[in-house]
């Protein structure tokens, strides 16, 4: 009996598969017929299934939040001992600060836009921000996004301005490199990695090292994180934390300092030039800026 009913089933399964090759409107309608009388079958047939595959992905989550929930007070128990360090060492720096009289540093305020255009001419890699005087930009402003420091502002209209990149050829920015907090200089040089120049004979650079802004000569406030050391042997070159050539949203920080001030000055009068506006005293802002940066320079190579 067995042999009998093996032998239909294969003979059944041998028909049903030379009319599936047939080309034929009836074969195909009764396929049809037979499918929609199946569907709900194989449905229902299915579903026990489909709850014990769920049931063992939320047993499998279910015992996992044991874990997580371990973690996350393990994590939790961490944090406040490092919220009670940090209120020690706040309430210690207030009390140094007032034997001390030390002068608190000023409070950054800033203003949001967005980059309308890349500007082209001597200043190589720089942007427009739709941010100007009427929203209290200065130039000399530093220029930052979500991932850090990018450059600073070179030229403020009412209500654009244009920000000079720290890989712009022109660009100098005083830095601290590594937890040694060596003084150098970044210098642009209109390629994806600026390099760092001005390094002490003494200083060891390794790869990976973080850079920031020294705030060294008040044109920048210290601190802005540029990027770090991208290869350990010179020239030495910076990988920015920032992508400078898909900037989308920046922030512009109002960073108040003698040197920003003295920098901005009264607003250009003149013939513009292909350059940018001239100053008061009829020479580029680009020779100003410059001047600037060499100076910067003998300020980092003094100290």
Do not use: C
Request: glycine fraction near 8%; charged fraction near 25%.
């Amino acid at each position: 009996m067995g042999g009998w009913l093996l032998f239909a089933l294969y003979f059944a399964s041998l028909v049903l598969l030379v009319f599936s090759r047939l080309e034929n409107d009836q074969i195909r309608e009764v396929r049809g017929i037979f499918t929609d009388l199946l569907s709900p079958i194989l449905h229902a047939a299915s579903q026990p299934a489909i709850y014990a595959r769920r049931s063992k992905e939320q047993l499998v989550d279910y015992l996992d939040l044991f874990d997580e929930l371990d973690r996350l007070k393990e994590e939790n128990q961490k944090l406040k001992i490092w919220q009670w360090r940090a209120q020690r060492l706040e309430r210690r720096l207030e009390h140094m600060n007032s034997l001390l009289n030390a002068v608190e540093e000023t409070a950054l305020r800033y203003a949001s836009g967005h980059v309308i255009a890349d500007a082209r001419g001597p200043f190589a890699k720089s942007v427009l921000v739709n941010l100007g005087r009427e929203q209290g930009v200065r130039n000399g402003y530093a220029v930052v996004d979500g991932d850090g420091f990018i450059g600073r502002i070179v030229h403020s209209g009412d209500t654009a301005s244009r920000a000079i990149l720290i890989n712009d050829l022109n660009s100098r920015i005083p830095v601290v490199v590594g937890p040694a907090a060596i003084r150098a200089v970044l210098v642009g040089d209109n390629t994806n990695e600026p390099r760092l120049e001005f390094l002490p004979d003494s200083a060891t650079v390794y790869e990976g090292d973080a850079v920031s802004t020294s705030g060294h000569g008040g044109m920048l406030p210290r601190g802005l994180q540029i990027g770090v050391v991208s290869r350990s042997a010179e020239p030495y070159r910076v990988q920015t934390n920032a992508r400078l050539g898909e900037l989308e949203y920046v922030s512009v920080l109002f960073y108040e300092s003698p040197v920003v001030a003295a920098q901005d000055g009264p607003r250009p009068s003149g013939d513009t030039v292909a350059s940018g506006e001239r100053d008061g005293e009829g020479r580029p802002q680009a020779a100003n800026l410059r001047n600037k940066h060499v100076k910067v320079k003998e300020d980092v190579q003094a100290r």
